[in-house]
């Protein structure tokens, strides 16, 4: 079965430095892989997405991510961080070939401070 | 082009009662979901549809039930309420052409069974 652990409940960074979330999974196949951004009483918005190709992948808002397949993770980042990323962010998983039945993760809060 | 709409927005409900949770989509998306959202949980897949009369049980299905009769429509059925469904609802529909491929959340439903 496919999961997804994003260790960190909250993470605290100040304005203006890097950010990092993090995000591990365990799936049997080569992975798609989901990056997602909530901001309060709103839906879900897509950030960037691993299907195949660059490790790296680049998304909204300034925001990346690397595909480390030896290490099963695929940690969000941004080089400097702005008060207006303050949002719940999600890590999400599904088996190659389709991202149906997608699993997320449990969610990190994320406090960029002024 | 309104995406995935969600109806209602907000619902209390007394336990026993049952309601439609309405989803609408104008994409032309075969694919479509529900999860629920629970603080600490992330979301978790109720049930989702393949297309047309089509449905089948994600994670959580108990309590709940799902007909897809036409593309557009995906309702998701409390037969008999409980506190425990008390959640946040969304209804994702899955894009799976060229580059545009991903989900797209509706802004979801707070339901409160008291």
């Known amino acids: 079965a496919q999961s997804v652990a994003q260790p960190e409940d909250q993470v605290k960074v100040a304005e203006g430095n890097p950010l990092t979330v993090k995000c591990t999974y365990s799936?049997?196949?080569?992975?798609?892989l989901f990056w997602y951004v909530q901001y309060p009483n709103r839906g879900l918005q897509f950030l960037l997405k691993?299907?195949?190709?660059?490790?790296l992948v680049k998304g909204s808002y300034g925001f990346e991510a690397e595909f480390n397949k030896s290490q099963t993770s695929f940690h969000l980042k941004k080089p400097s961080a702005l008060v207006s990323d303050s949002a719940l962010y999600f890590c999400a998983v599904s088996l190659s070939g389709s991202a149906r039945q997608l699993t997320f993760g449990s969610g990190t809060q994320l406090t960029v401070l002024p | 082009n309104a995406g995935v709409t969600q109806t209602p927005k907000f619902q209390v409900l007394k336990t026993g009662q049952s309601m439609t949770l309405q989803c609408a989509q104008d994409m032309n998306h075969e694919y479509m979901s529900w999860y629920r959202q629970d603080p600490g949980m992330g979301l978790r897949l109720i049930h989702y549809s393949v297309g047309a009369g089509i449905t089948d049980q994600g994670e959580v299905p108990n309590g709940y039930n799902v007909s897809r009769s036409t593309t557009e429509d995906f309702p998701l059925r409390l037969l008999s309420a409980a506190p425990s469904q008390t959640s946040v609802y969304f209804c994702a529909t899955l894009g799976e052409q060229g580059s545009n491929y991903g989900y797209t959340f509706g802004s979801g439903t707070r339901l409160t069974v008291v």
């Open positions: 799936v049997s196949g080569n992975p798609y």
């Open positions: 691993y299907i195949t190709g660059d490790n």
